[in-house]
Nanobody, 124 residues
């Protein structure tokens, strides 16, 4: 089994920044892509960003492109989401996820494991 633990969420004013981290542990069987998703109250969970195994390929939702950056440290089994220029509409619970794939993965259903989520609240 694989465990994913997110951290770094919190309350920030519009225009501010936060850095989310997600540490993977347990029996990781092979190379994997990582992704970040978010879910606002009353809305479906939506894709935010993904990164491939090597870190050389990334993909972002249009809503965060140019403001968010996903990165990873395979030695630490950790993925990061640097969020700059935060807006009130970025308020949501942010989830990291792991998919057994060498390439980027955008489909929610393709992910094998999920974290518990971390709350991000952006005040106006």
């Amino acid at each position: 089994q694989v465990q994913l633990v997110e951290s770094g969420g919190g309350l920030v004013q519009a225009g501010g920044s936060l850095r989310l981290s997600c540490a993977a542990s347990g029996r990781i069987l092979s190379t994997y892509a990582m992704g970040w998703f978010r879910q606002a109250p009353g809305k479906e969970r939506e894709f935010v960003a993904t990164i491939n195994w090597s870190g050389g390929s990334t993909y972002y939702a249009d809503s965060v492109k140019g403001r968010f950056t996903i990165s990873r440290d395979n030695a630490k089994n950790t993925v990061y989401l640097q969020m700059n220029g935060l807006k009130p509409e970025d308020t949501a619970v942010y989830y990291c996820a792991l998919a057994y794939s060498r390439v980027i993965v955008t489909a929610r259903g393709a992910y094998n494991y999920w974290g518990q989520g971390t709350q991000v609240t952006v005040s106006s």
